[in-house]
Structure formats: structure tokens, C-alpha cells
């Protein structure tokens, strides 16, 4: 390899140019580097609009800051790839890592095809802290448990940032170039704004403001004390190298706890990785055999829980939440998830599809599993026990109702905390469609009918 011969650099989920480990590979390979994005319809059909058009968004920052430079293709990644790296005489094509069980698959299938070309396939980096499957027991299997994956994790460490910015090479021309499409019709949602410097904005914002509060606050979605990163980091417009780079030396309980968020994003990728199947089917094989409801009314409840009609204020307020802005509260989405597997009886992957629709960060390894455990089939020792009640967990984590009034207009009227209590409920406002302590008895049995206890 020379020099003199450029090379590509195929972005995916890493729609920045700081941090970028790839990048900097690139560069030790070729002063010459083609920026490339692939429109891919195999993950844009089943992305919702919210997704979708935070993407686009991105792409077109990404290509304001490579001044105009991005080389955007629409089409199969294998055909797209090789010939965008033919046009220019590439000697190599460069990427960040992708764990996912599809993203696997078409990598496999684009490194062959440029081999038949005699251009060489590089992988370098990837979207987590720690890449996936390298965090291991002494005997090399993976862990199943979180507490045991991030002590190693935490003695592992993890890389400093790449110094990498746009000025590191010379951006080859792109030829014939597609348009960046114009976002989707998003109605009156309204998604934060997208792509490197709106993330490191956010990030520095929550650093001087919030971070030593992030422990105390994040379970009050009354309260705006979440990282809100999660659309930047499931884009890559900024990379948790970074995040961790800025953190180290604090030991407060907020940045602790953040290190603590970074490592289950990881510890997810890393399930998956070993465990690809886990995307569409139960961690834990006995919950194959656990029975869910079926027929006309499930169907009925599984739309109330999507609109937010349940008649359990703090769910009904994340179901909203949702829709109105494709991101919901980690709390509260434990409650919602809770609720639909345990008091509503209907299967996780219902669930699942419906978040991976709606939510701008929707990410697969990290959705799908926290999911599974909610739901109990996923990697933790019982969590099938924790049964949330939804009315305590609103007095709890809302004390005040301030969140829930935020998001239920029928609920606005009713002051404090009472907005929990049934007995303020307003005529516009549905009635509870289960009694949670009966489901909660129907859940434990069905439990019980697949474990013998």
C-alpha cells in the first residue's frame, strides 16, 4: 500500500469526525480518504421516522463538515461499497466495528467482495467503550451477569480518545452523489437537534450543570436530570471514549454512576455479540414456554398501552412521552415495560418493536435486552420478581405529579400528588384497565408454571 492511493472511509454508526479511531487509521494509510454513507433500505424499513430522520440530520452535519464531501449512496451495501472504492482506485476501505447480528452478516459479505478486488477490508474501533467480546471471563467465556462484566470492564479500561478532526486528511471529491432525502413528516414531535457539535454541546452543558446530581436525579423524570445523549451515542455523533475521557479523575457519586450507564450500553453489545439470536428470542430459554395472553382483548390492551389510554398515570405519561418526542425517560420505561409484560400479560418483543418504531435512540442490543430483562428471560439471576406497581412507582418517582401532568392534559387539574390516587381521576381520564394486584398474582403463577417453583 502507498500513500498515493486513497482510500474509503465507510461511515455508519459513527457520524463524526473527533474521536474517530477509523478515521485515524485511515489516515496512517492514505492522505487521500473518500467519506462514504450507504443508504441501506434493510435498516431504514424497520427504523420509525423518529430514528430516520435524526439520521438524515446527522448526515447532513457530517456533510456540512466535510464541506460538502460525503459521498451518499442508496442501495445494497456489498454493490455500493466495492464500486464507490473502484471509482477511485481505493487501496483499502475503512470502518468501525458493527456487533449487530445483521450489521455482522453484511460486513462479512462487503469484506469478501472487496477481496475479490484486492482491496483490503480494515475495522477499527467501534461504537462502545470496550469492544464487543472483549471484556471476558480468565477463560475466555462470556459473563452473563452485569456485576462481574463491568468489575472487569472497570480493571480493563478503556482507550483514550483517537485525535482525529476533518483537517487529518484530504477529503477525496465524491463523484455521482445522491441527495441526503429530506427528513420524514414528524408532525408536532420535535427531536433534539443532531450530529458532532450539537452532541459535544449537550455533553459539556450536562458536564458543568448536572453530572454531580446524575446519580440522585436520574430516577426523577419530574426532573431534567438525565444525560440525554442517548440519540448522539446511538449515532456515533459522539463516541463514550469521550464521555469517559472527561469523567476520569471524578469519583462523585454522579460520575460514577454515569461510568456504571456507559458499561451496561457495553455489556448489552456484548450479548449480544455472543448471543446474536437474543435480538428476537428469550435470553433464558425457559420463558419460551410462558404462556401470554392472546386473541381481540390482548390486541385491545396492547393498543391502550401504545396511546397511553391505560388508566395508570405514570405509564399513560410515558406512553405519551413517547410519541411526542421519540425518547422516554429510563425510569419510567422500566415502569411501561413492566406493565405490559407483567400486568398485561403480552409478550416483550411486542414491546420491543413498538419502542424500536417510536424511539430516536432505538438500539438494538441495548432496547432488546433491557427488555428481556424486565420481562425476566435476560441476563439477570430473577428479575422476574420485580413486578412494578405502577401507582407507587408514580408517587415515588413523581412525587408531585409534575411529570405525569406534563404529559396527561385530562390529569392537569388535579394538584400534587393526588394525580396518582384513583380517586382524582376526571371523567375524560379512562379507568385502570387491569387491577395490578391481581395481574400481579396471574404473572407470579405463570412464573411459577415454568420454573417448578
Same mark, same amino acid.
Given at each position: 500500500m502507498t500513500m498515493e492511493a486513497p482510500v474509503v472511509l465507510w461511515f455508519r454508526r459513527d457520524l463524526r469526525l473527533g474521536d474517530h479511531a477509523a478515521l485515524l487509521t485511515a489516515a496512517k494509510h492514505s492522505k487521500h480518504v473518500l467519506a462514504l454513507y450507504v443508504l441501506?433500505?434493510?435498516?431504514?424499513?424497520?427504523?420509525?421516522?423518529p430514528r430516520t430522520a435524526f439520521l438524515l440530520a446527522s448526515l447532513r452535519e457530517l456533510d456540512a463538515a466535510?464541506?460538502?464531501?460525503?459521498?451518499?449512496?442508496?442501495?445494497?451495501p456489498v454493490g455500493e461499497v466495492v464500486a464507490a472504492a473502484r471509482e477511485i482506485g481505493a487501496s483499502a476501505v475503512h470502518v468501525s466495528a458493527d456487533s449487530g447480528p445483521y450489521g455482522r452478516k453484511r460486513d462479512d459479505a462487503v469484506a469478501n467482495a472487496l477481496a475479490q478486488h484486492r482491496i483490503e477490508w480494515v475495522v477499527t474501533g467501534s461504537p462502545y467503550a470496550v469492544t464487543p467480546g472483549r471484556v471476558t471471563k480468565p477463560d475466555g467465556s462470556p459473563y452473563r451477569v452485569f456485576t462481574p462484566f463491568h468489575r472487569a470492564w472497570t480493571r480493563r479500561g478503556v482507550a483514550s480518545p483517537a485525535e482525529t478532526s476533518a483537517s487529518i486528511v484530504d477529503w477525496v471529491e465524491p463523484g455521482k452523489s445522491l441527495p441526503i432525502p429530506n427528513s420524514p413528516s414528524l408532525g408536532d414531535l420535535r427531536l433534539p437537534p443532531a450530529g458532532e457539535a450539537a452532541a459535544l454541546e449537550a455533553w459539556q452543558a450536562f458536564l458543568g450543570h448536572d453530572v454531580e446530581h446524575y446519580a440522585a436525579e436520574r430516577d426523577r423524570p419530574d426532573h431534567e436530570g438525565t444525560t440525554r445523549m442517548s440519540p448522539y451515542l446511538r449515532w456515533g455523533n459522539i463516541h463514550p471514549r469521550t464521555m469517559l475521557a472527561d469523567l476520569a479523575g471524578d469519583s462523585s457519586d454522579g460520575a460514577q454512576a454515569l461510568r456504571a450507564e456507559l458499561c451496561w450500553r457495553d455489556f448489552h453489545a456484548d450479548v449480544l455479540w455472543h448471543r446474536p439470536e437474543? #435480538? !428476537?428470542?428469550?435470553?433464558?430459554?425457559?420463558?419460551?414456554?410462558?404462556?401470554?395472553?392472546?386473541?381481540?382483548?390482548?390486541q385491545e390492551a396492547f393498543e391502550q398501552w401504545c396511546a397511553g389510554r391505560t388508566g395508570f398515570p405514570i405509564v399513560d405519561a410515558g406512553m405519551r412521552q413517547l410519541l411526542a418526542e421519540g425518547w422516554m425517560h429510563n425510569r419510567v420505561r422500566m415502569i411501561v415495560a413492566s406493565f405490559l409484560v407483567k400486568d398485561l400479560h403480552l409478550p416483550w418483543w411486542w414491546g420491543a418493536r413498538h419502542f424500536m418504531r417510536h424511539l430516536v435512540d432505538g438500539d438494538l442490543a441495548s432496547n432488546q435486552l433491557n427488555w428481556q430483562w424486565v420481562a425476566g428471560s435476560g441476563t439477570d439471576a430473577a428479575p422476574y420478581f420485580r413486578i412494578f406497581n405502577p401507582t407507587t412507582q408514580g408517587t415515588k418517582f413523581d412525587p408531585q405529579g409534575d411529570y405525569v401532568r406534563r404529559y396527561v392534559p385530562e390529569l392537569r387539574g388535579v394538584a400534587g400528588k393526588a394525580v396518582h390516587a384513583p380517586? #382524582? !381521576?376526571p371523567q375524560d381520564y379512562p379507568d385502570p384497565i387491569v387491577d395490578h394486584a391481581e395481574e400481579r398474582q396471574i404473572a407470579l403463577q405463570r412464573y411459577g408454571s415454568i420454573t417448578g417453583s
Amino acid at each position: 500500500m502507498t500513500m498515493e492511493a486513497p482510500v474509503v472511509l465507510w461511515f455508519r454508526r459513527d457520524l463524526r469526525l473527533g474521536d474517530h479511531a477509523a478515521l485515524l487509521t485511515a489516515a496512517k494509510h492514505s492522505k487521500h480518504v473518500l467519506a462514504l454513507y450507504v443508504l441501506d433500505d434493510r435498516l431504514l424499513k424497520p427504523a420509525g421516522s423518529p430514528r430516520t430522520a435524526f439520521l438524515l440530520a446527522s448526515l447532513r452535519e457530517l456533510d456540512a463538515a466535510l464541506g460538502g464531501r460525503l459521498l451518499v449512496r442508496h442501495g445494497d451495501p456489498v454493490g455500493e461499497v466495492v464500486a464507490a472504492a473502484r471509482e477511485i482506485g481505493a487501496s483499502a476501505v475503512h470502518v468501525s466495528a458493527d456487533s449487530g447480528p445483521y450489521g455482522r452478516k453484511r460486513d462479512d459479505a462487503v469484506a469478501n467482495a472487496l477481496a475479490q478486488h484486492r482491496i483490503e477490508w480494515v475495522v477499527t474501533g467501534s461504537p462502545y467503550a470496550v469492544t464487543p467480546g472483549r471484556v471476558t471471563k480468565p477463560d475466555g467465556s462470556p459473563y452473563r451477569v452485569f456485576t462481574p462484566f463491568h468489575r472487569a470492564w472497570t480493571r480493563r479500561g478503556v482507550a483514550s480518545p483517537a485525535e482525529t478532526s476533518a483537517s487529518i486528511v484530504d477529503w477525496v471529491e465524491p463523484g455521482k452523489s445522491l441527495p441526503i432525502p429530506n427528513s420524514p413528516s414528524l408532525g408536532d414531535l420535535r427531536l433534539p437537534p443532531a450530529g458532532e457539535a450539537a452532541a459535544l454541546e449537550a455533553w459539556q452543558a450536562f458536564l458543568g450543570h448536572d453530572v454531580e446530581h446524575y446519580a440522585a436525579e436520574r430516577d426523577r423524570p419530574d426532573h431534567e436530570g438525565t444525560t440525554r445523549m442517548s440519540p448522539y451515542l446511538r449515532w456515533g455523533n459522539i463516541h463514550p471514549r469521550t464521555m469517559l475521557a472527561d469523567l476520569a479523575g471524578d469519583s462523585s457519586d454522579g460520575a460514577q454512576a454515569l461510568r456504571a450507564e456507559l458499561c451496561w450500553r457495553d455489556f448489552h453489545a456484548d450479548v449480544l455479540w455472543h448471543r446474536p439470536e437474543t #435480538a !428476537r428470542e428469550n435470553y433464558d430459554r425457559r420463558f419460551d414456554r410462558m404462556r401470554y395472553d392472546t386473541g381481540a382483548q390482548a390486541q385491545e390492551a396492547f393498543e391502550q398501552w401504545c396511546a397511553g389510554r391505560t388508566g395508570f398515570p405514570i405509564v399513560d405519561a410515558g406512553m405519551r412521552q413517547l410519541l411526542a418526542e421519540g425518547w422516554m425517560h429510563n425510569r419510567v420505561r422500566m415502569i411501561v415495560a413492566s406493565f405490559l409484560v407483567k400486568d398485561l400479560h403480552l409478550p416483550w418483543w411486542w414491546g420491543a418493536r413498538h419502542f424500536m418504531r417510536h424511539l430516536v435512540d432505538g438500539d438494538l442490543a441495548s432496547n432488546q435486552l433491557n427488555w428481556q430483562w424486565v420481562a425476566g428471560s435476560g441476563t439477570d439471576a430473577a428479575p422476574y420478581f420485580r413486578i412494578f406497581n405502577p401507582t407507587t412507582q408514580g408517587t415515588k418517582f413523581d412525587p408531585q405529579g409534575d411529570y405525569v401532568r406534563r404529559y396527561v392534559p385530562e390529569l392537569r387539574g388535579v394538584a400534587g400528588k393526588a394525580v396518582h390516587a384513583p380517586a #382524582a !381521576r376526571p371523567q375524560d381520564y379512562p379507568d385502570p384497565i387491569v387491577d395490578h394486584a391481581e395481574e400481579r398474582q396471574i404473572a407470579l403463577q405463570r412464573y411459577g408454571s415454568i420454573t417448578g417453583s
